[in-house]
């Protein structure tokens, strides 16, 4: 009996070291800010704090609808991020949510990611205007709210005569369709050269 307890000891002994690695290393990050120009570029910022030196840092983007891209970036003495992205050259669809994160690798080789943070990468070169119900969102701009109303209702009315031809209820369930009225069009004209875009509606 002396012999199992102290071979338990001893196994649980050696399985100890690695959580008390991970429990000893500390990382904060704070000052968290995405700011954009709509077709140009993304500035992500952020201040990164570890209680052990820093050996990469790495952000992953996730635009609504797309992959992961993942880049390296680089932090300053204070620990301060600063990266910016270029837009041009990995566009983002127009009012996708795009989700990001940190992942933090420390010298003592814990890995440690941070909690997913989003943003909506909207043109902001307009002053839109919305309007939704529990199965579309309307946004368009340069008219009044008469306009999106007649889009809305012509969306749900598109939207029953499915249902009635399928018998079946469609996009319930709180999904929403964000449908860019025609008069939007320039909102895409930055990725005007990418044939691989198209305007359509998008489950948000």
């Not at 201040?47 to 993942?70: A, C, M, N, W, Y």
């Not at 003495?77 to 009012?95: E, H, I, M, S, W």
């Amino acid at each position: 009996m002396r012999l199992w307890l102290i071979f338990w000891l001893l196994l649980g002994h050696l399985s100890i070291p690695d959580n008390q690695v991970f429990s000893q290393t500390t990382v904060e990050i704070s000052d968290i800010s995405v700011t954009y120009t709509f077709g140009e570029q993304a500035i992500f910022q952020a201040k990164i704090h570890s209680s052990i030196p820093i050996q990469q840092t790495f952000l992953f983007i996730l635009p609504e609808g797309d992959s992961t891209r993942v880049v390296n970036i680089a932090l300053d003495d204070q620990g301060q991020a600063n990266f910016q992205y270029d837009l041009k050259d990995n566009p983002v669809r127009p009012f996708a949510r795009v989700a990001y994160w940190y992942r933090v690798t420390t010298a003592d080789g814990s890995v440690l990611e941070s909690q997913k943070y989003s943003f909506d990468y909207i043109d902001n070169r307009f002053n839109w205007q919305n309007l939704d119900d529990n199965n579309f969102q309307i946004n368009w701009y340069a008219r009044d709210l008469n306009f999106g109303q007649d889009a809305l209702n012509q969306a749900e009315a598109g939207l029953g005569s499915a249902e009635n031809t399928f018998r079946k209820p469609l996009l319930r369930l709180s999904k929403f369709i964000s449908i860019r009225i025609p008069v939007i069009c320039k909102a895409l004209s930055s990725l005007d050269n990418n044939p691989g875009w198209q305007e359509k509606p998008v489950l948000t």
